[in-house]
């Protein structure tokens, strides 16, 4: 989780339980009206932006792997841990990539500070 | 036609090109397009091929009759407009007739030029340049014609040489100047042609100038006489010394024309109800003679026939490439120039020209075309060129990678790179083939089609095609994740992952990997929703916004005023914003919320209809005999049972069939994967039929006696397609790769008891099948399976299920 830079402060918002996002799915949240998408991995949970920027397909409800996920609508598809569009141009936007870790049972969201 | 439309006069690759763009643009604008010659617009680049015997007369049609029809292009063939008055608008045909247009386009092309010889209307002296003279001279190197002469070595004359060539015919080249191709090649270069030329087995005299053609004792063709006096013997004379514009009809219309028909930077001519393009158009004092300027002319014709503002075409850079023969050269714009960098041994030749401002105005590579693509592209460009060296250096090991995206690839039909990525990854084209079917990259003269499959390739992400990995990421095919599963007695894609790799990398392949541990292991398979797409995880079709649509099953097509109530209950009470007859022969709720499908599944009381799965789908039926006064066979009970018998079983493919009651086909089973028909005595059963983004009319299987009979055999045809389709391969692709009669031995030789097997396995795979996956909402397999982190599924009492009225019968 790159993101998670070391100088920025972050506040951690609860969003839901850990065992309602099965392993290789995603389930979405809704933080301060923003759709973000949460992944479970072997590698633990990752958080990104829930729309796609292609046409704002929902991202939670794509096919997941080792560290991308696929959006379902036309198969743009993103690295998880950088938010990086993978296979496309240079200039395509990336997802932002946000820490969530999981304290009880409870995955947190690490929302910048403004 | 009406005056508002377009006239297009001249059907040859620039007519065909003008027509494309017009139509890409503007959906409606009445077009006619007149043919002088009988046939369609056909690709004349690859008269070549037809000369070499690697390419059939039937096979050069542009595009096929149904693309005319579909588009509403009027063609009329085999007729020439014979007079033209632009300011009234109107074109004289040669039968009398009068067309008139809002605006024209005049693409009449060129005729072969001939020069003005004594002995040239001989028998036995061809021009190359249409179907009527490749069939002339490949018969006459049939009727045995010992000795041919073609007369000029550019490119045309060179490919008729190979032609003839091949066709076991000795052949000498009569070339006026020093060096063959002198247009495109300097010295060296053509110095290393030569003997290229020469390895082929074909003579060449250079800086012989043809006198006269001789006749021999049978009025025939029999050699000629060059102006050093010397003879040469021939049987056959093919004439490729270049081309002429045909302008008759635009000149006599008043309109400018020089060695060409005169056009501005928009294509139009002097008359500005009038465009010209191809070969009959003088573009800045340039008549281009090759394909590539064409597309580029007829994308501004067709701005400005519509009046449109678009960029203005500023001239074209020519190339050339020697095709057919295996000798590898390609040149680009200048051959000569200010400042050269050659780099060459024994072998190769390659030059890049700069100009004085150092900027590339020319290519030309012969031996060794590597990086072509990217040099023609430098040129095409007028790219400033600091180290032109390293440039050649850089460009023998770029590859399909390095090229930019508007780098155009094919140019035969102008498509770029981006295009043919863009038909991978945005039209989901999965092979070369259909790439090169939906683009028509590399269909011209397949100069290209390396690069083209190198593209594919990379936008699909490495998959080779030659084999078809079903994981491109672990390179697995479908025979090895088979013999995976079977060896190592998996039961799911974890294991299968776990045991090759397969699905870990990009996990597209996820959904493949489930068909094939599903089909394989069957009633041991162990479901895990993380490697089934979104549809298949809640039992619905995922729309653009998000939400989803809802399709109960409706069998043959047959339902009851009971459900169309409980339907149209449903619909109000959770006002969906669509209900929809589908052309399924059943009905769509569409718009519904991931969190809304279980309680409206309940209230339906309706099992899945599978329409958003890689599975069985419907069974359309027609009235048969219950009502028709033609049916023969009883259309509506056996779908219904047909439906019954495959539904909820999850194929390669989706798999769609139809029982029509007679051949009249109201069900539309000539189209279907399984389609069965009624005939007088029993029924017909056609499979691999299609009517989606392909059209294909099945292939007949079987003709049994008895209901039963058709449906068992559907059902070991489908049992067949389930285990040997490859992953999202339809049964009209199936059937056409694996052969009608492979597949007519396994599901019918009943001696060989393969049948017998293929329906105990059917059997199997029946009974291990969720025939209702919409049950799920009395049993999610997870807390959130129709909601988010953030909502809940909505709650709903449940309604005990009413005894299912029978259908109407
Ligand atoms: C609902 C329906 C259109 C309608 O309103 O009538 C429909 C809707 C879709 N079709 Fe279809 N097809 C529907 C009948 C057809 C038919 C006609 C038929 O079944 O007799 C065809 C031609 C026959 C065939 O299957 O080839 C058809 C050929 C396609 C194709 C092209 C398949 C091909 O290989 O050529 C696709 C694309 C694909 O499968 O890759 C497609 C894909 C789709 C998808 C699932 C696209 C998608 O992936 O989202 C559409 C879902 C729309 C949505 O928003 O839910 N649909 N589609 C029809 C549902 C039938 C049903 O009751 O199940
Ligand atoms: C054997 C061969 C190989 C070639 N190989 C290549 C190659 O590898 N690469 C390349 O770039 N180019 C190649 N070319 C050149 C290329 O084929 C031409 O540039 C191109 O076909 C020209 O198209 P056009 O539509 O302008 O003209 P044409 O093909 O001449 O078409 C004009 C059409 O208009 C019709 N017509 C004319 N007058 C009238 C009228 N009054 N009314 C109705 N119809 C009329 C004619 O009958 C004709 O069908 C090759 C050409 C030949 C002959
Ligand atoms: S297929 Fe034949 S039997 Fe069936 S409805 Fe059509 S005409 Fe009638
Ligand atoms: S909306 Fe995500 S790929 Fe199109």
Same mark, same amino acid.
């Not at chain 2, 043919?35 to 070549?48: I, K, N, T």
């Not at chain 2, 006002?575 to 399924?584: D, L, S």
């Given at each position: 989780m790159t993101a998670f830079a070391d100088t920025e402060t972050v506040t951690w918002i609860a969003v839901g339980a850990a065992a309602d996002v099965p392993?290789?799915?995603? #389930?979405?949240?809704?933080? $301060?009206?923003?759709?973000?998408?949460?992944?479970?991995?072997?590698?633990?949970f990752h958080a990104v932006d829930g729309s796609c920027p292609h046409k704002q397909g929902p991202l939670q409800d794509g096919l997941v792997a080792d560290d991308c996920v696929t959006c379902p609508l036309h198969g743009w598809r993103f690295s998880l841990g950088t938010g990086e569009r993978i296979g496309g141009g240079p200039d395509d936007p990336s997802l932002r990539v946000y820490p969530v870790i999981v304290h009880d049972g409870e995955l947190m969201l690490g929302l910048p500070d403004e | 036609m009406s005056s508002t439309g377009i006239l297009v006069i001249g059907g040859g690759i620039a007519g065909q090109a003008v027509v494309e763009e017009l139509r890409r643009r503007d959906a409606q604008v009445p077009?006619?397009?007149? *043919?002088?010659? +009988?046939?369609?617009?056909?690709?004349?680049?690859?008269?070549?091929?037809?000369?070499?015997?690697?390419?059939?007369? %039937?096979? &050069? +049609?542009?595009?096929?009759?149904?693309?005319?029809?579909? #588009? +509403?292009?009027?063609?009329?063939?085999?007729?020439?407009?014979?007079?033209?008055?632009?300011?009234?608008?109107?074109?004289? &045909?040669?039968?009398?007739?009068?067309l008139s247009f809002e605006q024209a386009a005049v693409t009449t092309g060129s005729d072969a030029l001939m020069p003005p010889l004594p002995g040239l209307d001989l028998p036995g002296v061809h021009a190359f340049r249409d179907p009527a003279d490749c069939e002339a001279i490949t018969s006459a190197a049939a009727a045995g014609v010992k000795r041919a002469a073609v007369i000029g070595g550019g490119l045309l004359g060179l490919e008729a040489a190979y032609g003839l060539v091949q066709r076991g015919v000795e052949v000498t080249v009569v070339h006026l100047v020093d060096r063959l191709m002198e247009r495109q090649l300097d010295a060296a270069a053509g110095a290393l042609l030569l003997p290229a030329i020469q390895a082929l087995g074909v003579e060449v005299l250079l800086e012989h100038a043809t006198a006269e053609l001789l006749p021999g004792d049978d009025g025939r063709v029999a050699g000629m006489r060059f102006a050093s006096g010397a003879e040469l013997p021939a049987d056959l004379v093919v004439v490729s010394i270049g081309i002429r514009s045909r302008t008759d009809l635009a000149r006599a219309a008043g309109l400018d024309v020089n060695r060409g028909v005169v056009v501005d930077d928009r294509l139009r001519t002097s008359h500005p109800r009038v465009v010209s393009v191809g070969e009959c158009a003088e573009h800045r004092g340039i008549v281009h003679g090759i394909v590539a300027p064409i597309h580029e002319q007829a994308a501004v014709a067709a701005d400005t026939l519509l009046g449109l503002t678009g960029p203005a075409y500023e001239g074209s850079v020519p190339t050339a490439k020697l095709k057919v023969m295996g000798i590898d050269l390609v040149t680009a714009g200048a051959a000569t120039g200010p400042r050269e960098v050659i780099n060459a041994d024994g072998d190769?030749?390659?030059?890049?020209?700069?100009?004085?401002?150092?900027?590339?105005?020319?290519?030309?590579?012969?031996g060794d075309t590597r990086g072509h693509e990217l040099l023609t592209d430098v040129v095409k460009r007028g790219k400033e060129v600091e180290d032109a060296l390293a440039l050649l250096v850089e460009a023998s090991a770029a590859t399909a990678e390095d090229l930019p995206d508007d780098a155009q690839v094919c140019n035969c039909n102008g498509v770029c790179k981006g295009e043919i990525l863009d038909a991978v990854r945005v039209d989901g084209c999965a092979s070369s083939r259909e790439v090169m079917a939906r683009t028509r990259a590399g269909t011209g003269c397949g100069s290209c089609k390396e690069l083209v499959l190198d593209l594919v390739a990379l936008a699909t992400g490495g998959a080779d095609e030659e084999p078809a990995y079903l994981c491109p990421c672990a390179k697995q095919?479908?025979? +090895?994740?088979?013999?995976?599963?079977?060896?190592?007695? &998996?039961? %799911?894609?974890?294991?299968?992952?776990?045991? *090759?790799?397969?699905?870990?990398? *990009?996990?597209? *392949?996820?959904?493949? &990997?489930?068909?094939?541990? %599903?089909?394989?292991?069957?009633?041991?398979?162990? $479901?895990?929703?993380?490697?089934?797409?979104?549809?298949?995880?809640?039992h619905a079709n995922i729309q653009k916004d998000g939400t989803f649509s809802v399709i109960p099953r409706i069998r043959g097509g047959v339902t009851t005023p009971q459900e169309l109530r409980r339907i149209a209950d449903v619909a109000e009470r959770? $006002?969906?914003?669509?209900?929809?007859?589908?052309?399924?022969q059943r009905i769509d709720l569409l718009g519904i919320r991931k969190e809304a499908l279980p309680r409206i599944w309940e209230e339906l009381g309706m099992p899945s209809g599978h329409a958003y799965a890689k599975s069985v789908r419907t069974v359309k039926t027609c009235v048969g005999t219950d009502f028709c006064r033609f049916g023969l066979g009883d259309a509506i009970a056996t779908g219904i049972e047909l439906e019954r018998r495959m539904e909820g079983l999850y194929t390669p493919h989706k798999v769609k069939a139809a029982v029509s009651g007679c051949p009249r086909n109201c069900a539309e089973s000539y189209v279907k994967d399984i389609g069965v028909v009624g005939i007088e005595g029993g029924w017909e059963i056609y499979v691999g039929g299609a009517a989606g983004s392909t059209i294909r009319r099945g292939d007949l299987l079987a003709t049994v006696a008895t209901r039963e009979d058709a449906i068992a055999v559907s059902l070991t045809f489908l049992q067949y397609y389930r285990e040997h389709g490859e992953h999202l391969e339809r049964t009209h692709r199936f059937v056409e790769r694996v052969g009608l009669e492979t597949i007519q031995a396994a599901v019918l030789d009943e001696d060989s008891g393969e049948p017998e097997r293929l329906r105990e396995r059917f059997a199997i795979a029946k009974a291990a099948c969720d025939p209702d996956p919409w049950l799920e909402r009395h049993a999610p397999v997870n807390p959130k399976q129709f909601a988010e982190l953030d909502t809940e599924p909505e709650p709903f009492t449940v309604i005990p299920p009413a005894t299912t009225p029978e259908p109407v019968r």
């Open positions: 392993l290789w799915e995603g #389930r979405r949240v809704t933080v $301060e009206g923003q759709r973000i998408a949460v992944f479970h991995t072997d590698a633990g | 077009l006619t397009m007149v *043919c002088g010659e +009988q046939a369609a617009p056909y690709d004349r680049v690859r008269l070549s091929h037809l000369l070499a015997g690697e390419a059939d007369a %039937s096979e &050069l +049609q542009l595009r096929p009759d149904a693309w005319y029809e579909d #588009r +509403q292009v009027e063609l009329l063939l085999g007729r020439t407009v014979t007079a033209l008055d632009p300011d009234r608008g109107t074109a004289t &045909l040669d039968d009398g007739r009068v190769s030749y390659r030059k890049v020209i700069v100009d004085a401002d150092g900027r590339a105005i020319g290519a030309v590579l012969v095919t479908r025979e +090895q994740l088979v013999a995976a599963v079977r060896e190592g007695e &998996l039961s %799911s894609v974890s294991e299968l992952t776990a045991a *090759c790799g397969a699905g870990r990398d *990009c996990g597209a *392949c996820k959904p493949g &990997l489930a068909y094939v541990v %599903s089909e394989v292991a069957a009633s041991r398979h162990r $479901e895990e929703r993380h490697a089934r797409f979104i549809n298949d995880r809640v959770h $006002e969906v914003p669509m209900v929809k007859i589908t052309g399924g």
